[in-house]
Structures are given as C-alpha cells and as structure tokens.
C-alpha cells in the first residue's frame, strides 16, 4: 500500500496510459500530463473514468520550459508533490540525415530530450527535500544501437541516458532514484504509424518475435517505483524482446 504521487508526461499515450494503470491498480495517485491540441485529455480522462480509474490530469508542453513548470504547478495543485517522475513524452520525425530539415531535429530533441530537463527540473527540488524520489525515464532501444532515418531520435534518447546517470550520482544520498527503461518495439500507435510492411520487418529481427506490449514497460516502471527498489539506480533496463543486447 502507498500513498505516493506519480506524475506520468505523455500519460496519455499508449504506453503511458498503461504506465498510469498499472501504478494506479498498485494505490500510486497519478497525474497524466497531455499536450492540448494534439491529444484531447479531458476525453481520454473520461474513458478511463468508465473504466475505473480516477486519473487527474495537467495540460502543459514539455517541450517548453514555461509550459511544463505550469503543467507541473496544476498537477501539484490536484494530486500533491510529485514522489514518481516517468518522462514518458516523445515523438519521432524520421528522415535520412542528408534529407532532414532543422526543425525535425530540433523537435525531437526538444520533445524528447529538453523535457526530461524542463520537467525533471520542477521536481528535482522538492524530491531532495522530502528525502524521496524516483525518475524513471522513457528512452529507447534506438538511443542504445542507432537506427537509419533516425539520428536526432537516436541522439535524444541517448542523451536521456547520459542526463540519468549523472542525475543518479547527484541525487543518490537524498533517496532518489533515476533509471532510464529502454523499450524496443511496443505496440502502440508510435509504431502502427510505421505501416504494415516495415512492422513485419522490424519483427523478424524480434528474437521474441513480436512486438511488445505496453503493460511490459509498465510493470517495470511499477517495479522501479516502489520504495524497495531504492538500491537500482543509473541503470538503463533494456525490454525488447531480446533484439539489442549490450
Ligand atoms: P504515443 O502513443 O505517441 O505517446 C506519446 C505521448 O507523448 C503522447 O501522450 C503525446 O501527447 C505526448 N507528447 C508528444 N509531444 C508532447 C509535448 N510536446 N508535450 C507533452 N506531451 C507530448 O507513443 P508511445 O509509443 O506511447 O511512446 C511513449 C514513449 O515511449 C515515447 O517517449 C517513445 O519515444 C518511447 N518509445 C516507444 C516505443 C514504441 O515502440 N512505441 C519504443 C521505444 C520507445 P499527444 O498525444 O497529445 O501528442
């Protein structure tokens, strides 16, 4: 049993929408944060009313400094200081480096890698204080081995590695914890979007072979929550159906 908070940033997404389940069915309250516009929060927040869950939510772009200092204000507002921090926003744009324009490049980064700063930020503080915290961040298989059309992908969710290993040794003697989970293919609209033809592909170099599923990252984030797993800290857990390992 646990009273912990845990704010979840792409909570609305398909694999943080398992991430908010999961820490949810284990008595986490849960605050998703989700990007106006794009998703429609309020909608997603009523469809898992109806299926029992009594998530809060708080707009804010992560991507924007201002924007996710706002975003976590209203979360603290709803559901308290923040114990849990899974950075779980993130987009691709994909294009062969000789063909990419500066602004796929730079909204991945942002997106993907300035928000684990812009969020992480806001909490960081009050972790310490209270002697408790733990980040876990949302990186990638492709941050670990690279991959063709992805290079500003690839340098974001590597770089959220680099950010959780020096976050660890920084934050380690104030109780908080930071890991990042690196997730091979999951299968959620971030992948559908890929199209038949190159999903079968990737799924063949899958020794598993399939993709995986969103409660197979949840149940580590869950895992890596909990008050006694206070002793894992700066590792970068790979779950990919065996297709990187290293
Ligand atoms: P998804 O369904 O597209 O979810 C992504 C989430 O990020 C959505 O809630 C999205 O909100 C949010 N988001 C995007 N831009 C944002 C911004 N500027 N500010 C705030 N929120 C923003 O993707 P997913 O497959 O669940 O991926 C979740 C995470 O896992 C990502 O970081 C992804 O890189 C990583 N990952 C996924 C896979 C995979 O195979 N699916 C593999 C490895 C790693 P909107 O819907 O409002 O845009």
């Known amino acids: ?56 939510i708080a707009e804010g772009d992560v991507s924007d400094f201002e924007s996710a200092a706002a975003m976590v204000k209203k979360a603290e507002t709803k559901v308290g200081p923040i114990d849990i921090l899974v950075n779980c926003a993130g987009i691709t744009k994909d294009s062969f480096m000789h063909k990419m324009k500066h602004d796929q490049w730079d909204a991945v980064l942002r997106v993907n890698l300035d928000s684990v700063f812009n969020v992480t930020r806001q909490v960081i503080m009050g972790m310490r204080n209270r002697g408790f915290g733990r980040i876990i961040n949302i990186s990638s298989v492709n941050g670990q081995k690279g991959q063709i059309g992805q290079a500003n992908y690839s340098a974001a969710k590597a770089g959220m590695h680099g950010f959780t290993m020096a976050l660890a040794q920084e934050s380690a003697k104030k109780g908080i914890t930071v890991n990042t989970i690196s997730p091979g293919y999951i299968a959620t609209s971030m992948v559908a979007e890929m199209g038949e033809k190159i999903v079968n592909k990737m799924i063949e170099q899958i020794p598993v072979g399939r993709l995986g599923q969103p409660e197979e990252i949840a149940r580590v984030v869950e895992f890596l929550a909990a008050d006694e797993s206070g002793f894992i800290t700066g590792a970068n857990i790979a779950i990919n159906g065996g297709m990187h390992m290293g």
């Open 1 to 56: 049993m646990t009273s912990r908070v845990a704010l979840v940033t792409g909570g609305t997404g398909g694999i943080g929408t398992e991430i908010c389940k999961t820490l949810a069915n284990n008595d986490y309250r849960v605050v998703a944060s989700w990007l106006s516009g794009v998703d429609d929060g309020e909608a997603w927040q009523a469809k898992l009313k109806e299926e029992g869950y009594d998530f809060a």
